[in-house]
Every structure is written in structure tokens, then in C-alpha cells.
């Protein structure tokens, strides 16, 4: 079907990785490629650790925009009149949509823009800040960016692996969930051995913001 399907749009701050504290308007697309987000699939879906509802157009201006300048338009709308705007597209899996019309769009309202992606797709160019945060048994495409952030422990996936991938910052995130003690501590611990990665905190769930 023609157009974006958004999950939900908010303003807030980005919670995670090198850019953590920043004022962000939140486009979270709806629909991913390694889960339904139903939860009787997530036991065999690709992507089993998933924090986040995708699912639906039903969140705080969600909707099925059907061109890119209406998108841009509610976005900048949400940033409102100050300078700096900054632009998060996540999802669910934002590069299933994430087009060129989309990014010149935002870029003409003066947007800065980043996205959170599962690397198996690859991005438009002109993309300003690309986290990839890779997940096991998938093909990563997308093998360069800004920051690589690891969803941690996670079986499978060896970080010294990930090294030689053309990114600025490599950051370990402790996996939510019922063991997320446990993955603080493992997190902590692997960072502690190897100075080349550092800790990303979910810092929106400690501050009690979205
Ligand atoms: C919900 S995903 C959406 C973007 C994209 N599909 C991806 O996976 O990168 C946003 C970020 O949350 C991370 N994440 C998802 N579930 C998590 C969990 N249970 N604990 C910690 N981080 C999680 C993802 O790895 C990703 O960095
Ligand atoms: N505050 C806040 N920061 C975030 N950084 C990445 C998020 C995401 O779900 O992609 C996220 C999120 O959901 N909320
Ligand atoms: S790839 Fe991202 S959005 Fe998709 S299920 Fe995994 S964490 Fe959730
Ligand atoms: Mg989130």
C-alpha cells in the first residue's frame, strides 16, 4: 500500500547510545522483518528479545501517511519552534520505508536525522546518524555507520567479530527483560575487558520518560 505506516510519532529524549540526552522527535514505523510482533510468534521469530509494540497505525499520531511531505509536516510540528531539530526514525524496522523522498523531505523542514536499524536492509544515502544494532543468524547488509550497539548477551554473535566493521562507536546494550540483571552485569564485565566498547544504557526506562 502507498505511503508510510507509522506505529507512533512523540517527542522525547534519545535514550540510548552516543547521542543519549538529545532532544528527539520519535518516528516509529510500524511492522519489522524479523518479528510480527505478535507475541505467539516471538518464540520462533528471528528477533526474540524485542522490547517495543510496532504493531498497527494506533499510537500518538500514528497513521498511514500517504507522502512523504505530510510525515515531515506532523514531525516538524512536534519539534515546534526551536532550532536543532532532530528526528529519530525507528520501528519496528524503519528501513522497510525510509525512502529518498522521506529524507529530503525532513532535511527541507531542517531536520537532522538519525535511525535505529536492524542492519538487513540498506539505508538511503544522506542519512545523518545510523545506529545498526545487529541481531544473530540474520545477514547484515548494512556494515557501516555511526555507532554499532549490540543487544547484550546475545548466543551467536561474537563482538571482536564486529571490529572490523566500519563504524565510529561499538556499545554494548544489556538486554531487557527477565534477566536484565544478569545482562547488566555481563555487559559491565565484556566493556570492562575490552576498552574498544562501551556501555549503552536504556536511560528512558531508568528516567521514567518514553
Ligand atoms: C525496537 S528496535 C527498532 C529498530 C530496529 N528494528 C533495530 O532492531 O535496531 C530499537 C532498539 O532497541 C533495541 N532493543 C530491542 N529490544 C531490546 C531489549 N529487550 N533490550 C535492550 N535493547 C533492545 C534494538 O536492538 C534496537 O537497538
Ligand atoms: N527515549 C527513547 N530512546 C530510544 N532510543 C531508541 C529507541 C527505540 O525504540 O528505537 C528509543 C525509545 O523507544 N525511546
Ligand atoms: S529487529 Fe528491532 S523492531 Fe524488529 S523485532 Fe528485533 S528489536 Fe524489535
Ligand atoms: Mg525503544
Redesign the pocket.
Known amino acids: 500500500m502507498a505511503g508510510y505506516a507509522v506505529k507512533e510519532m512523540f517527542l522525547t529524549l534519545q535514550g540510548?547510545?552516543v547521542q543519549v540526552g538529545r532532544r528527539a522527535v520519535f518516528l516509529?514505523f510500524a511492522g519489522?522483518n524479523?518479528w510480527s510482533g505478535r507475541e505467539e510468534d516471538r518464540a520462533d521469530a528471528q528477533?526474540r528479545?524485542?522490547?517495543?509494540d510496532?504493531v498497527g497505525l494506533d499510537g500518538d499520531n500514528g497513521g498511514r501517511y500517504p507522502h512523504a511531505d505530510a510525515l515531515a509536516d506532523k514531525a516538524i510540528a512536534l519539534w515546534g519552534d526551536l532550532a536543532g531539530a532532530f528526528i529519530v526514525m525507528?520501528?519496528?524496522?524503519?528501513l522497510l520505508q525510509v525512502d529518498d523522498a522521506l529524507v529530503a523531505a525532513l532535511k527541507a523542514r531542517g531536520f537532522e536525522t538519525a535511525?535505529?536499524?536492524?542492519?538487513t536492509q540498506p539505508a538511503p544515502a544522506g542519512i545523518d546518524w545510523i545506529?545498526?544494532?545487529p541481531?544473530a543468524g540474520t545477514d547484515i547488509v548494512l556494515r557501516r555507520g555511526n555507532e554499532l550497539?549490540?543487544?547484550w548477551p546475545q548466543p551467536g554473535i561474537d563482538p571482536a567479530a564486529l571490529e572490523g566493521w566500519d563504524f565510529e562507536h561499538f556499545l554494548l546494550?544489556?538486554?531487557?527483560?527477565a534477566q536484565?540483571d544478569e545482562?547488566r552485569a555481563a555487559a559491565i564485565a565484556y566493556v570492562m575487558d575490552h576498552p574498544r566498547w562501551r556501555l549503552s544504557t536504556?536511560t528512558h526506562k531508568v528516567v521514567g520518560i518514553r
Open positions: 540510548e547510545g516509529r519489522c524479523l528477533c528479545f524485542c522490547d517495543t510496532f525507528t520501528g519496528g524496522e524503519p535511525v535505529e536499524t536492524n542492519g545506529c545498526v544494532s541481531k550497539k549490540l543487544v546494550q544489556p538486554m531487557d527483560g536484565l545482562a536504556q
